[in-house]
């Protein structure tokens, strides 16, 4: 192996080998940080022959941003004599900078104890640092858009805590992302009732019927009581993402604010409040989904709900296109 200090390159016949092969960069400092040895993959990494490093300073290679940190770093390890792995940026041959994990450790004179050479292995990692830098760009344009819709957005792992919650959610709800984060939807800070005003059973709030059946959940309407004592109205839509188990991994639940449109509801239907809530209902066969997502007649959404029976007949439109003969004559 070639270097200035020949002194500095590992006798052994398979040090020098592991050295001359190793994919990182090995090198040799002198205790104020300048270049005594280094590899063979000083020229992969960073267009330098290991001769050219030797006898300069390892901080002439530091990035501005970085070099602050990287000096109080050495200083410590010349103190403690504990290593450390520090993530920095260095300068190429051809100018540009390229970011590395370097792991240091001190070598000390048994009787004095002083620092003779700091031993370095430096890795690449500019691939996975700019990876984490595009993720963060990613997870921040989503969570601007997330904090930009109207409804609320929370999202709940497989064991139902949340991870996730929008502004809309947090502003609804009436906690922080803090306050919210590990919750699941049966917790101190809210009390989740159904249209009757009666407390949901945890088991039967839609993320969790989402969950445990690994099926979404539809306008599903509920109230969402405040510290103050209010009630917040909601319909609610819980949508699981399903892994190959065909098991729920987690839910999205999106939910938006129906107290104004409950409110009307119940002052048209009277003192008796005989029907209440918004009922999604098929525009074509009229038919009415229930909360599992099932479309059902809406006679029996009716009977259940306020114990209408319904007569079957056909208007006089209807009867003219089903039996236009009998209707012509």
Not at 59 to 86: C, K, N
Not at 205 to 231: C, E, F, K, N
Not at 301 to 327: K, N, Q
């Amino acid at each position: 192996m070639t270097t200035a200090l020949s002194a500095h390159t590992p006798d052994d016949a398979g040090l020098r080998s592991l050295a001359e092969s190793a994919g990182d960069l090995l090198s040799c400092h002198a205790p104020d940080g300048v270049y005594r040895y280094a590899s063979p993959a000083a020229a992969r990494l960073l267009g330098y022959e290991p001769a050219e490093l030797v006898g300069r300073p390892v901080f002439d290679l530091f990035h501005p941003d970085e070099l602050g940190l990287a000096q109080q770093a050495h200083e410590a390890l010349r103190q403690s004599g504990v290593s450390t792995v520090i993530t920095h940026r260095l300068r190429a041959k051809d100018g540009t900078y390229l970011w590395f994990e370097c792991s240091v450790r001190a070598i000390r004179d048994p009787g004095t104890g002083e620092v003779q050479e700091i031993h370095s292995v430096t890795r690449d990692v500019t691939r996975r640092r700019l990876a984490e830098e595009r993720l963060r760009e990613s997870e921040a344009r989503y969570r601007a858009v997330l904090d930009g819709l109207a409804v609320g957005v929370v999202v709940h792992a497989a064991d139902a805590g949340i991870v996730l919650a929008n502004r809309a959610a947090r502003e609804l709800l009436g906690a922080s992302e803090g306050q919210l984060q590990g919750l699941t939807s049966f917790n101190p800070y809210w009390l989740l009732l159904g249209e009757d005003e009666r407390p949901v059973p945890p088991s039967d709030h839609p993320a969790m019927v989402a969950l445990q059946t690994a099926r979404p959940v539809w306008d599903r309407v509920v109230g969402v009581t405040s510290a103050a004592g209010g009630i917040t109205w909601l319909v609610v839509n819980a949508i699981p993402a399903v892994g190959g188990d065909g098991r729920a991994t987690q839910v999205v639940v999106s939910f938006s604010d129906v107290t104004a449109v409950r409110r009307k509801a119940m002052e048209r239907a009277g003192a008796g409040g005989v029907l209440q809530g918004l009922v999604p209902i098929c525009a074509q066969c009229k038919k009415t989904r229930t909360a599992v997502g099932e479309w059902r007649p809406i006679e029996e959404y009716l009977w259940h709900t306020a114990g209408i029976e319904c007569s079957h007949s056909l208007c006089p439109v209807c009867a003219a296109r089903l039996f236009p003969d009998v209707m012509d004559a």
